[in-house]
């Protein structure tokens, strides 16, 4: 079975630093996806990046990038230049290729430290 | 604005009540979803929808049931046979396999 590995609760930061979430995961399949999501306070949940296995460019969205490492299994976040705004809990999740149904990480909170 | 709503943000009962948690998206998406939120753990799957009048189970489906009788909407129903049903709700549609989620439900059995 799919698993979503997060190691770190929680992570705190300096403003405008730079920081690294960590996210695992284990599957067995070839054709996958990877997405980080972002929590902040008022709960909505907001897509942050996603990663197609099959790409072997790591993807970017502006201040947030991608460190995955396929043989590894390892699907990193990084956050530069680090905003009071960032603020929340980060979620890594994985979907097969041909299923709809995401695989949750337990979350990591993001503290930003003025 | 297109989007997913959630209704009621909060909700009380008491033990042996029944509740329904509204979902609505006008994003023309042909999936729903249900999620359940614990802290200090990830989503989990309670129901979801494909196309309408059809559903499946989750990973989490007991004491819970759903509908789906138009594409806009997805209640969920809490029932009394849930044993824990204090947490936080969260509804989701998709389209080419991305999520967009609603504000969420907080329930709170007391």
């Known amino acids: 079975a799919q698993t979503v590995t997060q190691s770190q609760p929680e992570m705190s930061v300096q403003e405008a630093e730079t920081v690294t979430l960590s996210c695992t995961y284990d599957?067995?399949?070839?054709?996958?996806?990877l997405f980080w999501y972002k929590q902040p306070p008022s709960r909505q949940m907001i897509l942050v990046i996603r990663?197609?296995?099959?790409k072997q460019q790591n993807a970017t969205e502006n201040r947030f990038s991608v460190n995955f490492q396929k043989a590894a299994k390892s699907f990193s976040l990084k956050i530069s230049d680090s905003q009071l705004g960032d603020a929340a809990m980060y979620f890594c999740?994985?979907?097969?290729?041909?299923?709809?149904?995401?695989?949750w990480g337990a979350g990591t909170k993001l503290i930003i430290k003025p | 604005d297109g989007g997913i709503t959630q209704s009621p943000k909060y909700l009380f009962r008491k033990e042996g009540q029944n509740v329904t948690l509204s979902c609505e998206q006008n994003?023309?998406?042909?999936?729903m979803y249900w999620y359940r939120q614990d802290p200090g753990q990830g989503l989990r799957l309670i129901y979801y929808?494909?196309?309408?009048?059809?559903?499946q189970k989750g990973d989490i489906a007991e004491g819970y049931s759903v509908s789906r009788e138009k594409k806009e909407s997805f209640p969920l129903t809490v029932t009394s046979a849930q044993k824990n049903p204090t947490a936080f709700y969260l509804c989701?549609?998709?389209?080419?396999?991305?999520?967009?989620f609603g504000e969420g439900s907080r329930l709170t059995v007391l």
């Open positions: 999740a994985y979907r097969r290729g041909s299923n709809y149904q995401l695989i």
């Open positions: 990663q197609e296995a099959y």
């Open positions: 989701a549609s998709s389209k080419a396999g991305e999520l967009f």
């Open positions: 994003l023309n998406h042909d999936a």
């Open positions: 599957t067995s399949e070839s054709d996958y996806y």
């Open positions: 929808s494909q196309i309408v009048n059809d559903f």
